[in-house]
């Protein structure tokens, strides 16, 4: 969602394969095709499938809004591209690689576009844009079916169905707590760990806006403090699992949605704070239900701040 570049027609194959790049660019609101090879570069270098399940899901929600004769210039953006890119990894991640979890990514990319559309009319009203929430129920819908679909297996990253725990304190954060946790922050966005994957990520970020980058740097500092603060586990720390969401968050509010002077800094902030305190909220609320939060955290907490922002006279849209 960054300034576009010059693009070709979605319709003729150079110009498909362009949408594509800018759909997985998308993901981290970048409309820049070289980004969106660099986050690519970044998920095969951790795993071939999880690389080819990013093409499948953009190519077939992409190639979804053509048919269905979506805008044109939001396909050639790579806005009907980066929810199925997401919705793709979520269901590999989460589920084994059978033939029948590869139709089922091709399905919910498909169906993630038609959400896409349903989501822009419900929210025009109030100018919301859309995120990624046509990937997180999509994900979540599939993921829950395999209470009740035998042949989709989990695998063991998928939360256990179970009724929360109180939480405790456990290990000790450090330098490389910090230092692995910061990338991994950037990372997780893609489902991703290790210091490749974070820095081709923010390559990529680099390459479409150094303002960007330093947003999701930001953000996941915060959520990792934030985390920190309120005494998550140190494994969660250092994987980035509290610093995903808020990078989302700054690179949004901070660099898309709102004027980063002082008043807009101090709120984006606070945004990326509450989008961590969500995380954690919602990784116990559905604990029951054995699913992930996923990118929810960044929708809500993007959402409610953006509805707000119109009545604080602090704050400055973007044009």
């Known amino acids: 969602m960054s300034a576009p570049e010059p693009a070709l027609s979605p319709l003729a194959p150079p110009g498909f394969l362009d949408a594509l790049a800018r759909g997985i660019g998308q993901v981290m609101l ?3 095709r070289w980004a969106g090879l660099l986050f690519l570069a970044g998920v095969a270098f951790n795993s071939i499938p999880l690389g080819l399940a990013v093409v499948l899901g953009t190519a077939v929600s992409t190639g979804t809004a053509l048919a269905l004769g979506a805008d044109r210039t939001a396909v050639r953006c790579g806005l009907f591209g980066f929810n199925g890119a997401l919705t ?3 269901l590999l991640v989460f589920l084994e690689p059978a033939a029948l979890t590869w139709a089922l990514i091709a399905l919910a990319a ?3 576009t038609v959400l896409m559309a349903a989501m822009q009319r419900l929210l025009q009203p109030w100018n919301l844009a859309v995120l990624t929430a046509p990937f997180v129920f999509t994900a979540w819908c599939g993921l829950l079916a395999t209470g009740r679909l035998g042949r989709l297996e989990p695998t063991l990253l998928l939360p256990t169905a179970t009724l929360p725990d109180a939480a405790r304190v456990e290990g000790v954060v450090g330098a490389g707590t910090v230092l692995e946790g910061l990338l991994n922050g950037v990372a997780q966005i893609f489902f991703q760990q ?5 820095l081709l990520f923010c390559a990529g970020l680099a390459l479409a806006s150094r303002q960007a980058l330093v947003a999701a740097l930001a953000g ?3 959520g990792l403090a934030t985390g920190w603060i309120g005494g998550a586990a140190e494994p969660a720390l250092r994987a980035g699992l509290y610093g995903f969401n808020p990078a989302l968050t700054a ?5 898309v949605f709102l004027r980063l002077d002082l008043a807009g800094a101090l709120y984006g902030a606070l945004a990326c704070v509450a989008s961590a305190n969500l995380f954690a909220a919602l990784s116990a609320g559905l604990a029951p ?5 996923l990118t929810f955290p960044f929708v809500a907490a993007t959402w409610v701040f953006l509805l707000a922002a119109p009545k604080l006279a602090s704050l400055r849209p973007r044009a």
């Open 289 to 293: 239900f054995g699913l992930p939060a």
């Open 88 to 90: 793709a990894l979520a």
């Open 110 to 112: 498909a169906t993630s």
């Open 220 to 222: 996941s500092a915060i």
């Open 251 to 255: 690179i949004a509010l901070w660099t």
């Open 194 to 198: 290790g210091a490749v994957a974070g």
């Open 30 to 32: 970048q409309d820049n």
